[in-house]
């Protein structure tokens, strides 16, 4: 059963400070990974996608995955109120390259 | 400018009223997919295409139809529509050598 957890919110921080979103997945073989931000109402928009083990960094944006564990995250520096949306985790796995999303992070940037 | 649309954007119908809800990219993918959301269960897939002629289901796939007759189109089809399908629909689509699904703008479907 294909399965991605993403880590219970709402989610605050301060303007400014800096925001973790954690994922989990539950099967071995998946092979792409992405982070979506949904503004209400709208369509999620691709912010990340991460292939290989390791850490990818883009502006304010990083993501890290961790294989072994099943891991990835989302870290969002020097964070802005406009980056207040749901943030989904999405897996991808097999040749059918369905796609898979967790529930999401709701996240507020305090002014 | 490369896009997914959906149409229609918003629709209202009544319980057994037949109904397509359209989608079509420019952007030459291979693979299109129908998502619903709803409220503390996230995006499900519905159906999805990996070519032209080639369809296959996803979690949800009761009470829904598609086809790919075009490699820009995947319309869905609500045969006989009922209530609990009162949803927000997204329809996506990648291709080239990258797994990156783009989503169209959504179409907020109610059924009476």
């Known amino acids: 059963q294909k399965e991605v957890e993403q880590n219970s919110g709402p989610l605050s921080v301060p303007e400014g400070a800096i925001a973790s979103l954690n994922c989990t997945y539950s099967?071995?073989?998946?092979?792409?990974f992405f982070w979506y931000r949904q503004y209400s109402g709208k369509s999620p928009e691709l912010i990340m996608s991460?292939?290989?083990?390791g850490d990818k960094e883009d502006g304010r944006f990083t993501a890290q995955l961790n294989k072994a564990s099943q891991y990835v995250s989302l870290l969002i520096r020097d964070s802005q109120p406009s980056d207040s949306a749901t943030y989904l985790c999405?897996?991808?796995?097999?040749?059918?390259?369905?796609?898979?999303f967790g529930s999401g992070t709701q996240l507020t940037v305090l002014p | 400018e490369a896009q997914v649309t959906q149409n229609p954007r918003y629709l209202i119908t009544v319980t057994g009223k037949k109904l397509t809800v359209t989608c079509s990219q420019n952007?030459?993918?291979?693979?299109m997919s129908w998502y619903r959301q709803d409220p503390g269960l996230g995006l499900r897939q519905i159906y999805y295409?990996?070519?032209?002629?080639?369809?296959d289901k996803g979690d949800v796939p009761e009470g829904y139809k598609v086809s790919r007759k075009e490699k820009r189109n995947f319309p869905l089809i609500l045969e006989s529509p009922s209530p609990n399908q009162t949803s927000l629909y997204f329809c996506?689509?990648?291709?080239?050598?990258?797994?990156?699904?783009?989503f169209g703008p959504g179409t907020r479907l109610t059924v009476l």
């Open positions: 999405a897996v991808i796995t097999g040749s059918a390259r369905q796609l898979t």
């Open positions: 996506a689509s990648s291709g080239g050598n990258t797994d990156t699904q783009y």
């Open positions: 991460i292939y290989s083990n």
């Open positions: 295409s990996m070519n032209v002629e080639v369809t």
């Open positions: 952007m030459n993918h291979e693979y």
């Open positions: 099967d071995r073989v998946s092979q792409s």
